[in-house]
């Protein structure tokens, strides 16, 4: 897929799809649950698949929770109804007291990141290769930098790689290939351990 210079332009056919399951809903009677349940279930996956391979712009991202948060709220696309609950708090998880409706832009990165995790691990090694001899041929996915004319894939990638080292913790092993003043080999209280 070429992604040219309007990111929400290419994109904007998830934001269409999107639209387009709601207005099935919006002249039928369903229930506060019943929409939250349409939203969650439906609507959300629609992007799922995409926001694993590219950014989606922030921009789209807030166009997207504008629409299903008036389909939500109101009785049309258009829809006046009262929101009572922001739009952040529906997006926190039941445990912290929302409705566990995800929040696009975090989603987008997380499934991002998890691209780099698994180049990171090598679970896929066709486009680990790949990706490993086009950009960081002499280094790990973690000392990888964006470089020059990328592809929007790799850009993608590398927007999530923060997340990526946060959740990333070396095992030591023998210790010939730790670098102990820069790799995160020590356990971190605010992140799970992992070893790579």
Known sequence: MCVGKSKFEVFGFLHDRIKQKL???YNKELSKHGKLTMLTSSA???S???MSLFLIP???CDEMERTMNAFLWGRAPKGKGVKWISWK???MPKSCGGLGVRDLK???LSMLAKQGWRLLNESNPLVSAILKAKYYPKSNFLEAEVGNNPSYVWRSIM???DIVKAGTRRKIGNGEDTKVWDDSWLPDKATKQMAL
């Open 23 to 25: 207005q099935v809903w």
């Open 44 to 46: 959300q996956t629609v």
């Open 48 to 50: 799922s698949f995409w």
């Open 58 to 60: 922030a921009t789209l």
């Open 89 to 91: 708090k529906l997006c």
């Open 106 to 108: 975090n989603f987008n």
């Open 159 to 161: 927007a999530a790689m």
